[in-house]
């Protein structure tokens, strides 16, 4: 798996995780990993897979789904092939399997409906469990 995410782990309500996905190499599907806009997705048992945020080809651009305004902070480290979410304030209702993922977007406006487009994305990384307990 070129995508490798980590950072999760059990944490009380309340609590800050800080997710990484780091591409294995510069290239992402032969793509450079820069061309690529980055998002974050979540699976809970029982539940289809949802957006997260998502972070633009430079990183100036940031998206969130609405369960992560103001408590989810997305970012990206070209020169590291890395991809961050920083989470705080974390609920129970956050507890899921953290999948990132690596979308073109050529020709496409950015903004939450394009990038939360589970279709849109066209490498997935394996994926990380986050745990929120009361």
């Known amino acids: 798996v070129q995508l490798q995410a980590s950072g999760g782990g059990s944490v009380q309500v309340g609590g800050s995780l800080r997710l990484s996905c780091a591409s294995s190499?510069?290239?992402?599907?032969?793509?450079?990993?820069?061309?690529?806009?980055m998002g974050w997705f979540r699976q809970a048992p029982g539940k289809e897979r949802e957006f997260v945020a998502a972070?633009?080809?430079?990183?100036?651009?940031?998206y969130y789904a609405d369960s992560g305004k103001g408590r989810f902070t997305i970012s990206r480290d070209n020169a590291k092939f890395t991809v961050y979410l920083q989470m705080s304030n974390l609920k129970p209702e956050d507890t899921a399997v953290y999948y990132c993922a690596a979308g073109l977007f050529e020709g496409m406006v950015l903004n939450e409906r394009s990038t939360g487009a589970i279709s849109a994305y066209r490498a997935w990384g394996q994926g990380t469990q986050v745990t929120v307990s009361s």
């Open positions: 972070v633009s080809w430079g990183g100036n651009e940031q």
């Open positions: 190499k510069r290239t992402v599907s032969g793509r450079e990993f820069s061309s690529h806009v």
